[in-house]
């Protein structure tokens, strides 16, 4: 009974490839995002939707595609894999968006990328 | 803009020590804060959160006060466990972003 869940787990891919991550959740949440760990442990937001509508982009590479075919999926397709990709990857969601919400988020377990 | 400073890690306790990590934010307005606890291989969890003011957030027999004068959010614990070990990430939500501190890596040994 997995709240988020993404997969896979790991995706170990080489440079130049294409790659996608799918993420699912049933919490009935209403807002879904992206957010990548870098080797430090540090978070940065990708992407955020809103009842399938792109809310935030932050300044990520256009190699970086996101889709949401509805409320409870956001996946997140990769082109032309770099190294600089390898990181992991967190799927979230949470009820409603606002400005300054009171909402926590709730967390996938992560995709770790590894580019060879 | 919108940001959140944690106290460097690593922090080595050992077991029934008292734990704070350091937080403090900036942020225009009275954003929403959180500690999210991410252990090792997993995702993150949320820990605590407060939403206003003065407001206590607790959990697990972690705490943390909501400190608008000096725009602080520490996370204390009074005795922690081996079990305890992991990475503490402070955050506020701005913009409809929840923002990140740089994380703290915890390890309490036996």
């Known amino acids: 009974d997995t709240a988020v869940s993404q997969t896979p787990k790991y995706l170990v891919t080489q440079m130049g490839n294409d790659k996608s991550i799918k993420c699912e959740q049933n919490?009935?949440?209403?807002?879904m995002y992206w957010y990548k760990q870098d080797s430090k442990k540090f978070l940065k937001i990708m992407f955020s939707?809103?009842?399938?509508?792109?809310?935030i982009n932050e300044t990520v590479p256009n190699r970086f595609s996101p889709k949401s075919p509805d409320k409870a999926h956001l996946n997140l397709h990769i082109n032309s894999l770099e190294l600089g990709d390898s990181a992991v990857y967190f799927c979230?969601?949470?009820?409603?968006?606002?400005?300054?919400?009171?909402?926590?988020?709730?967390f996938g377990s992560g995709t770790r990328l590894t580019v060879v | 803009g919108n940001s959140v400073t944690q106290m460097e890690g690593p922090v080595t306790l050992s077991e029934e020590a008292f734990l704070t990590i350091n937080c403090t934010y900036t942020?225009?307005?009275?954003?929403?804060l959180f500690w999210y606890v991410q252990y090792p291989g997993e995702g993150l969890q949320l820990l605590l959160k407060?939403?206003?003011?003065?407001d206590k957030g607790s959990n697990k027999g972690f705490e943390a006060t909501y400190r608008k004068e000096t725009t602080s959010f520490h996370l204390e614990k009074g005795s922690v466990q081996v079990s305890d070990s992991a990475v503490y990430f402070c955050?506020?939500?701005?913009?409809?972003?929840?923002?990140f501190g740089q994380g703290t890596e915890l390890s309490v040994k036996p």
């Open positions: 979230a969601s949470s009820h409603g968006w606002t400005g300054t919400g009171s909402y926590g988020y709730t």
């Open positions: 919490l009935g949440h209403d807002t």
């Open positions: 939707y809103n009842n399938k509508e792109l809310i």
């Open positions: 942020a225009t307005g009275y954003p929403s």
């Open positions: 407060a939403t206003k003011a003065d």
């Open positions: 955050a506020l939500i701005a913009g409809g972003k929840l923002i």
